[in-house]
């Protein structure tokens, strides 16, 4: 099984590693998705397509999370801001957008970070 280092390398892995992480880190400060959204100048729903990886990284709305959130250590917060600034770059298949329905994206996103592949069949 691939160390979760080794899975940060596709785009939909690493937006959904840096949403989860800060779920988690909302949650533990009690904060809810609509005082984050305040925050950052936003609403609840931003937050929420956020943690969950569906929308790209503006490295000012993570500081600001990441400030509000306590996050203080410069390693942990260079960290962060790193995996979002990768999470932003285009994938190999987004060229093919036209052909391509657009909830597809996260499948080959996930399969790209797979290390293992496995089928059933009757």
Do not use: C
Not at 41 to 60: C, D, H, N, P, Y
Not at 75 to 99: C, I, K, P
Not at 103 to 114: D, I, Q, R
């Amino acid at each position: 099984m691939k160390e979760r280092s080794d899975l940060q390398g596709t785009i939909t892995v690493r937006r959904l590693l840096l949403g989860s992480f800060l779920r988690r880190l909302r949650e533990s400060m009690g904060i809810t998705m609509g005082e984050a959204g305040y925050h950052i100048r936003a609403a609840q729903s931003k937050i929420s397509r956020l943690e969950t990886g569906r929308v790209s990284f503006k490295l000012r709305d993570i500081e600001d999370l990441l400030t509000l959130y306590g996050v203080s250590s410069d390693h942990e917060r260079d960290q962060m801001l790193g995996l979002a600034r990768e999470a932003n770059t285009l994938s190999w298949w987004q060229s093919f957008g036209e052909v391509l329905p657009s909830w597809f994206e996260a499948y080959l996103g996930l399969e790209s970070a797979a290390s293992l592949v496995r089928t059933f069949e009757v």
